[in-house]
Nanobody, 123 residues
């Protein structure tokens, strides 16, 4: 059982930066890999970035690679998403998710989800 709470969303101008946080709680968090997904209005939820509590396994969607950085603070049980060079296309609700198995890029693999935080990038 994992509980996830996102924060840090907001309105930012194109080219700007934003940091999202995902506070995780629950027993045996190390059994879960963590990821960020996003969903824009009228579009399917898509993979953004992935990380594990131990080791690396940092993966990114092609659309954000080089601009976004996922990181973790194990002492705080928190995962972050540093978003730089934001584009209007990045506008979406961003969700934190946790999985115990399956493909890192597939939303169907994730067992737990946060409620989401809105990111709006203006042009």
């Amino acid at each position: 059982q994992v509980q996830l709470v996102e924060s840090g969303g907001g309105l930012v101008q194109a080219g700007g930066s934003l940091i999202l946080s995902c506070a995780a709680s629950g027993r045996t968090l190390s059994a879960y890999a963590m990821a960020w997904f996003r969903q824009a209005p009228g579009k399917e939820r898509e993979f953004v970035a992935h990380i594990r509590w131990t080791g690396g396994s940092q993966y990114y969607a092609d659309s954000v690679k080089g601009r976004f950085t996922i990181s973790r603070d194990n002492a705080k049980n928190t995962v972050y998403l540093q978003m730089n060079s934001l584009k209007p296309e990045d506008t979406a609700v961003y969700y934190c998710a946790a999985r115990s198995r399956g493909n890192y890029y597939s939303k169907e693999s994730y067992n737990y989800w946060g409620q989401g935080t809105q990111v709006t990038v203006s042009s």
